[in-house]
Structure formats: structure tokens, C-alpha cells
Nanobody, 124 residues
Framework: QVHLVESGGGLVQAGGSLRLSCAAS????????VGWFRQAPGKERVFVAG????????NYADSVKGRFTISRDNAKNTVYLQMNSLKPEGTASYYC?????????????????WGQGTQVAVSA
């Protein structure tokens, strides 16, 4: 009963920026953590960034630390992923996911709800 919709993907040159949005509807809870994951063609889905229900804690994969920033606006039921200094290896489908616990974890299996994804392509 929680519906997540990602938006903001597109085609960008290496070094450019994109801001992804994850809008939630239904039985949402501000106490739950939200994570961003990505899956490149032929690759496994991997954790990118996560934020706790309150927003006080954020976690990032080593590959994006210093370049990506996750934030949330609970009044708008929206989580954002600001992606700067994009690299070609960032080309992937990006998904947001939500779980009941406030704690951010990297394992996708621990998340209860998933969006359908938004495509990001980074050209060299």
C-alpha cells in the first residue's frame, strides 16, 4: 500500500549533474528509512545511498561518497538524490526503496517497497 515513483533521470555528459526524486503515496511513514539503488545492464542491483526516517543519518556507497547527496522532505513525502560529477559507470536504472525501520541498511532484501526506476545515462 506504499507507492513509490522515481523521476529526474536522463542523459548527461560525464561531470554533469542530475537530481532524482522519489515521491511516496499511500500508507507512508516518516519513521522509515529510504534507500537508492542502481542496476547497470548485466549487473546486480547495488546500494547507492540511504537516509533514516528523521533524515539525521545518511549513508553512501564508497563509489559515490563526496559526489552524491541524499535528502528528504517529509512534508512532501519525497526523497531526493543529488548526483554531481557523474561518471560513465553511473549509467544505470535507479530505484528508490522504503522500509519500516528507521535504520538504513545496504541490503535490498530488507526493503519492503520499490519504485519502478528511472534511467540515468552518462556519456563519456
Amino acid at each position: 500500500q506504499v507507492h513509490l515513483v522515481e523521476s529526474g533521470g536522463g542523459l548527461v555528459q560525464a561531470g554533469g549533474s542530475l537530481r532524482l526524486s522519489c515521491a511516496a503515496s499511500g500508507r507512508t511513514s516518516s519513521s522509515g528509512a529510504v534507500g537508492w539503488f542502481r542496476q547497470a545492464p548485466g549487473k546486480e542491483r547495488v546500494f547507492v545511498a540511504g537516509i533514516s526516517g528523521s533524515g539525521v543519518s545518511q549513508n553512501y556507497a564508497d563509489s559515490v561518497k563526496g559526489r552524491f547527496t541524499i535528502s528528504r522532505d517529509n512534508a512532501k513525502n519525497t526523497v531526493y538524490l543529488q548526483m554531481n560529477s557523474l561518471k560513465p559507470e553511473g549509467t544505470a536504472s535507479y530505484y528508490c526503496a522504503a522500509r519500516q525501520s528507521w535504520l538504513v541498511v545496504a541490503a535490498g532484501r530488507e526493503y519492503d517497497y520499490w519504485g519502478q526506476g528511472t534511467q540515468v545515462a552518462v556519456s563519456a
